[in-house]
């Protein structure tokens, strides 16, 4: 698509308007003096909200099973019900005070104390991290981290920046201070666009460098074989009918330039997954293809134009440089496709910003929103920097499979877009958030069961499919369904890498649960062996997987170090099974990092990974 023919509500700038949204004086001061219109992690009664409503909840805890963190809070949803609608008491005057809105509403003087913690109003969707008080420290030393899975780094690589996590997980070492430019994150250093392309060119000498249309074939195959399993952001139909027609045409005049670059981007991320030809000749092809794809993205102006096309190539641009060792620049290139997305609008509810547009179409839109904040919040996980799809009332609820008249919908897929909205929009609140401040995750203990039990009412709304395996079943469910293994083995390290960051984070109430931590971080980078094991050369590809399966190695090693030197868990160290398991499963990352690293064209990453765990 053009972007002359990008329709009102798909331009730039549009996205921003309020439209129907716009609420009256009247209803905007009912909104903002509801009882519960704000919402925090620290309350009794959390309900993590989806923004559009506040009387329905995004989802909540149906039960609190033991998790070993303290007391349950087993019947908050009926807590929330009944602080609805509180008594209210008759006074004289109406008496300002410094209160919260829920302490305005009953007219009396506020005796809660806001935590510096994210909260979110259910009524506009708007979230906001407090910062945290200034903390005193002692000889001008930095206050400690209050995870413990971010402390795993070797003393003098903690850099001076706005959270420090991100330096243990990178092992980069910068400060604000220093007079010459430096390497943000330590992962590339240089452009990840090489410039093969002449002023005069245009669009037409990016097509001129099209390969033949049976290899394009091979390598888009090679695509939606190993990456639209795990980002399933394109239909796949829709695509093969523009595909087809522009092989018809192949003229310039009549292409869309950001459809040429989606081309491009995902044959370059096709490449990155062939197992046929050697490292540096994949390397050396697939940068070409990207360079590419980037340059049709110029000639379509995707920069002060946006259409779906263009921003699902920016997406797959994102994951193509972070799997080519640019984590830098995928992190510099995400922030304009924030941008571009809510530009476009993509943040808003489709029935509002498109009624008129076909079922199909907004259900696209939802799923390239999805796409968008999925790899935001996973981003800024690993980083430990601030989320920035945070702005949206598109609802999880309202995404399904409108392909009835190209085929029947892939259930499974719709689920697994689901399971992996819902839990990018809890670990966007608790854990991004609070980490990109070096802020607890849990300030209390009620507080961190209250999470834990939502982290399990996600997981417990995944399919069987994605729960229910052992290694022994999904290596044989990898012979007739390889697309559910790369879902299953994602969505399992995704979710248990989050809930290790639960139980290890600690606050001067809430002690870091070492049984749970271990746990967690046991399943998590069990899916990376099995993942090893079953798709050895996409492992060695998906650099959020294996750098993520190192920060729970990393982790592991934390615990284990700080174990043997308490007397009190000396003892446990050497006999609880536990603690066994857990240097079994270093000793296994290790060796997985040396495959990795060995020969002349070994990854360096391994190298300096390995050395880091054997450091422990």
Not at 11 to 40: C, F, H, K, M, Q
Not at 183 to 209: D, Q, S
Not at 253 to 259: L, M, R
Not at 516 to 538: G, N, Q, W
Request: glycine letters at 6%; a neutral charge; hydrophobic letters at 40%.
């Amino acid at each position: 698509m053009s972007s002359s023919q990008i329709p009102p509500d798909s331009a730039y700038g549009s996205g921003g308007r309020t439209g129907n949204s716009v609420l009256s004086p009247s209803a905007a001061s009912a909104s903002a003096l509801s009882p519960i219109s704000i919402l925090t992690p620290t309350s009794a009664s959390t309900l993590y909200a989806s923004p559009d409503s506040a009387t329905q909840p995004f989802f909540g805890a149906k039960s609190e099973p033991d998790d070993g963190d303290g007391a349950s809070s087993g019947g908050s949803v009926a807590a929330a019900g009944s602080y609805a609608e509180p008594e209210k008491k008759k006074q004289k005057r109406n008496k300002p005070t410094l209160s919260c809105y829920e302490c305005v509403e009953r007219k009396t003087k506020a005796s809660c104390i806001a935590l510096p913690e994210t909260s979110r109003s259910a009524t506009n969707g708007r979230r906001m991290t407090k910062p945290p008080k200034r903390k005193v420290t002692m000889s001008g030393m930095r206050p400690a981290i209050p995870n413990l899975a971010d402390r795993g780094t070797v003393a003098g690589r903690i850099a001076s920046r706005g959270s420090v996590a991100p330096s243990t997980g990178l092992l980069s070492n910068l400060y604000h201070s220093s007079p010459t430019a430096t390497n943000v994150f330590g992962v590339g250093a240089e452009h990840p666009f090489a410039n093969y392309w002449t002023c005069e060119g245009g669009l037409p000498e990016v097509i001129g460098v099209l390969p033949e249309k049976l290899q394009a074939d091979i390598l888009l195959n090679q695509y939606f074989e190993c990456v639209d399993p795990v980002y399933p952001i394109i239909d796949r139909h829709t695509f093969y009918l523009e595909y087809e027609r522009f092989w018809s045409l192949k003229d310039s005049d009549k292409t869309d330039a950001a459809f040429v670059g989606l081309i491009f981007t995902m044959m370059a991320l096709g490449t990155q997954f062939v197992s046929t030809t050697n490292p540096r000749d994949r390397k050396q092809t697939s940068e070409f293809y990207a360079s590419a794809g980037n340059q049709a993205l110029r000639m379509s102006s995707y920069l002060n134009t946006a259409s779906l096309r263009s921003v699902q190539a920016m997406v797959l641009v994102g994951y193509f440089l972070i799997n080519d060792n640019h984590a830098s620049d995928g992190w510099a290139f995400s922030g304009l496709l924030l941008r571009q997305a809510y530009a476009m609008g993509l943040h808003r509810d489709p029935n509002i910003v498109s009624p008129t547009a076909s079922e199909f179409d907004k259900q696209q839109r939802r799923k390239l929103w999805q796409a968008v904040l999925v790899q935001d919040t996973f981003l800024t996980v690993l980083l430990s920097l601030p989320p920035n799809a945070t702005h949206t009332d598109v609802r999880v609820d309202d995404f399904g499979d409108d392909s009835a008249s190209f085929g029947e919908p892939n259930l499974i897929d719709v689920a697994y877009i689901r399971g992996s909205w819902m839990l990018a929009n809890l670990v966007q609140e608790t854990i991004s958030s609070p980490r990109s401040l070096d802020v607890p995750i849990c300030s209390t203990q009620r507080q961190k069961s209250k999470l834990v039990a939502d982290f399990r009412a996600v997981y417990r709304s995944f399919p069987d499919v994605f729960r229910s395996w052992d290694q022994d079943s999904i290596t044989q469910l990898a012979r007739s369904n390889k697309r559910v293994v790369r879902q299953t083995l994602f969505l399992s390290s995704n979710y248990y890498h989050n809930l290790m960051l639960v139980h290890a984070s600690e606050s001067p109430d809430v002690p870091v649960n070492v049984r749970a931590t271990l746990e967690a971080a046991h399943e998590a980078i069990t899916s990376f062996f099995v993942l090893f094991s079953i798709f050895d050369t996409e492992a060695r590809v998906w650099w959020v997987f294996h750098h993520r399966a190192f920060l729970e190695a990393l982790c592991i090693a934390t615990v284990l170090s700080e174990s043997k030197r308490d007397a009190a868990t000396a003892d446990q160290f050497l006999r609880d099974p536990l603690f066994a398991r857990a240097r079994a499963d270093i000793t296994r990352m290790v060796q997985i990092l040396q495959r990795m690293a060995d020969g002349e064209q070994g990854s360096e990453d391994a190298r300096t990974r390995m050395e880091v765990l054997l450091a422990y």
